[in-house]
């Protein structure tokens, strides 16, 4: 009880939230507007999950949100060459991997500190898409969007992907030896080091295997729409970076959990909707993120405050 | 690795001599492909529309002395604009009370960082991404969106746009606050406080420096020169939109690092900053004048800082790497 006592609490505010909307807006509740709103978070939840890593390893990604964009138009431009769909699959997903290991590359390799560098390369990767491509949208041929099935069989595959990949992710994080790794080098890395695990390898890793979720994410936000939005993705880094910090997963690293960043997401994705519901403009979306972020983190803060006296 | 070199082999090899040489090749080139790049009035224009992030870049300075960041001071900007812009507007103020106002909420929002960095101990890369957020959210907020204010006073527009003894009205304001900061972190005891805190907060508790008053200071001063930005910016568009500023912290953090400042805090120079600014203001204008795309200014911006923060790298890895090689050498020979 005491050890999940931060992902508790934040499942009790979205069980408040729930039953707010249960009793103001009952409407909330229809199936397919949630079913909609389940395969629009989808691609955040497989990015958070990523996102979690990164910080769990003391790390931060703000590139995540160009990367997205990056894969998402070569996803389209090679769906749109009638590219099969498993291949385009494949390379989205390589595109993506091949980012985060430039990140990685830079911050494992060269030691600089990973805001500074995913600062740049957000800038690089943005705006060397806009100056490359013009910001034209990419038409997608029949038979990409919804992998050719219906929609409703479409969306129930993309949620179950994002909640498949999701329960693997948690059950290597506390089963597998390289997800106690990550674990370790967030908490200490000299002392992992020590142990005899290999710090900045194990960074190199996480940051090119968060590139190849967000290269997988960009394919599952392809397969939505009939078109790719070269803007995709704009914002996606501090949806995840506020979705993993208000799920309690500490960002001095090594302490918190998937389930953490699961629940926070939950909270977040239901917050914008029940605004709407609630007849708060949608223009306080992003102060609200702040917002949420910040008393996350000083709710954090507080509680260390109190640890240490 | 810290030894200071002196002679004029070590002034060869700083970071502001290179960036200096890289500055005048910079300006040799675009003057040979650009028609009107090396003339007097576009030097003024440079500096007109560096100003704004010339001053977040000098607010940036000690902040990362201290081995902080602030994320926060381009949509800082964004919001004190449309403030600035509402309190004239909206609330009839006139000019010169506004800008007062302005620079007070400025102070007070810089006051927000400050307080959650020092008070609650978080670190200063997720607070000031929070409030990153939360500024430029507060300004869509106010604005719906999509009001904007405009109609400024000529008198005003004049700070902006016009020129005081031939030269860009705000060049003696850019002028005054780089003296302040120069003052600040070269001549004065805070400086070097800021340089012990970049080095080592602990070590500089232990030596007596009042720390979190210190950090308070650069946070909370980050937030005036935001605000004094944010006017600069509104004059010199003559509108206020939500969306003003929107990316300058990229370009100040670069600005920075390319002067030198060392990113992981403890050393860095105000003069540096400048030079930074100057390189970076004179690629957006040059780049223009050879005819190229405004996200090129983007893009390249992002590859310079990348390049320059793997080569101030550089130095570090090689001497690891010499280590190794001779603690293998050692090794091998004991056995």
């Known amino acids: 009880m005491k050890r999940h006592f931060r992902e508790l609490s934040v499942a009790a505010a979205l069980g408040v939230l729930l039953l707010a909307l249960a009793l103001c807006a009952p409407a909330f509740y229809q199936p397919q507007p949630l079913l909609s709103l389940a395969t629009r978070q989808a691609p955040v939840l497989v990015v958070a999950c990523g996102m979690t890593l990164v910080i769990l390893c003391r790390q931060?990604?703000?590139?995540?949100?160009?990367?997205?964009?990056?894969?998402?138009?070569c996803a389209?431009?090679?769906?749109?060459m009638h590219w099969p769909l498993p291949l385009v699959l494949a390379a989205s997903i390589a595109c993506g991997a091949a980012m985060g290991a430039f990140n990685g590359l830079l911050i494992a390799g060269l030691e600089l500190p990973s805001i500074v560098v995913t600062?740049?390369?957000?800038?690089?990767?943005?705006e060397g898409l806009l100056w490359l491509r013009q910001g034209v949208w990419v038409d997608l041929p029949d038979g990409v969007q919804w992998f050719g099935l219906s929609q409703a069989a479409g969306q129930w595959t993309l949620v179950m992907t994002a909640l498949t990949l999701l329960t693997a992710m948690a059950f290597a994080m506390t089963h597998l030896s390289a997800g106690r790794f990550i674990y370790a080098v967030g908490s200490d890395a000299e002392a992992a080091r020590l142990a005899g695990i290999r710090p900045r390898r194990m960074t190199f890793a996480v940051f090119t295997f968060t590139g190849a979720l967000v290269g997988l994410a960009a394919m599952m936000n392809v397969t939505q729409s009939p078109q790719v939005d070269p803007n995709s993705?704009?914002?996606?880094?501090?949806?995840?970076?506020?979705?993993?910090?208000?799920?309690?997963?500490?960002?001095?690293?090594?302490?918190?959990?998937?389930?953490g960043a699961f629940v926070g997401l939950l909270l977040l994705a239901c917050i914008s909707p029940a605004l709407t519901f609630m007849h708060v403009a949608a223009y306080w979306e992003k102060a609200i993120q702040g917002m949420i972020i910040l008393l996350a983190v000083a709710a954090d803060g507080w509680r260390n405050r109190k640890r240490n006296l | 690795m810290n030894v200071q070199r002196h002679g004029i082999k070590a002034f060869l090899f700083r970071q502001e001599t290179v960036l200096g040489v890289v500055l005048v090749l910079e300006w040799f080139y675009f003057d040979a492909v650009g028609r009107n790049f090396g003339t007097y009035d576009n030097t003024c224009d440079i500096l007109r529309h560096s100003s704004e992030i010339g001053l977040l870049a000098l607010a940036l300075t000690p902040i990362i002395l201290t081995g902080g960041i602030d994320l926060s001071v381009g949509s800082l900007l964004g919001l004190c604009a449309i403030l600035f812009g509402k309190l004239w507007r909206d609330a009839h103020l006139p000019i010169p009370l506004a800008m007062g106002c302005t620079l007070g909420l400025g102070a007070l929002a810089g006051g927000l960082n400050a307080a959650l960095i020092t008070r609650l101990r978080l670190p200063p890369l997720i607070v000031t991404l929070g409030t990153y957020s939360l500024f430029r959210g507060l300004a869509e907020a106010i604005t719906r969106g999509v009001d904007t204010f405009t109609n400024f006073p000529a008198s005003f527009l004049a700070l902006g746009q016009g020129r005081w003894l031939g030269v860009p009205a705000q060049a003696p304001v850019f002028l005054a606050v780089a003296l302040g900061y120069w003052w600040l972190?070269?001549?004065?005891?805070?400086?070097?406080?800021?340089?012990?805190?970049?080095?080592?907060?602990?070590?500089?508790?232990?030596a007596g420096i009042p720390v979190h008053?210190?950090?308070?200071?650069?946070?909370?001063?980050?937030?005036v020169v935001s605000a004094l930005a944010a006017i600069?910016?509104?004059?010199?568009?003559?509108?206020?939109?939500?969306?003003?500023?929107t990316g300058y912290e990229l370009f100040a953090i670069t600005a920075v690092v390319l002067g030198g400042t060392s990113i992981f805090g403890g050393a860095g120079s105000v003069y540096g900053t400048l030079l930074g600014v100057t390189a970076i203001g004179a690629l957006d204008n040059g780049l223009v004048h050879a005819l190229q795309p405004g996200e090129m200014a983007g893009m390249l911006t992002g590859v310079l800082l990348i390049v320059v923060l793997a080569g101030s790298a550089a130095p570090k890895i090689i001497s690891t790497l010499r280590a190794r090689k001779a603690a293998t050498r050692i090794a091998g020979h004991s056995s």
Request: proline fraction near 1%; glycine fraction near 16%.
């Open chain 1, 60 to 73: 931060i990604d703000i590139s995540v949100g160009s990367q997205f964009a990056v894969c998402g138009v």
């Open chain 2, 185 to 206: 972190v070269h001549r004065s005891t805070f400086g070097r406080s800021f340089r012990a805190i970049g080095y080592s907060p602990e070590g500089a508790r232990y």
């Open chain 1, 233 to 259: 993705g704009t914002g996606l880094e501090l949806k995840t970076i506020a979705a993993v910090v208000v799920g309690g997963v500490a960002i001095s690293g090594g302490r918190g959990s998937l389930w």
């Open chain 1, 119 to 126: 600062l740049a390369t957000m800038a690089a990767w943005r």
């Open chain 1, 76 to 80: 389209g431009l090679l769906a749109a």
């Open chain 2, 232 to 245: 600069l910016y509104t004059a010199r568009l003559g509108q206020a939109k939500a969306d003003a500023g």
């Open chain 2, 213 to 223: 008053r210190r950090l308070a200071l650069v946070y909370v001063l980050a937030g």
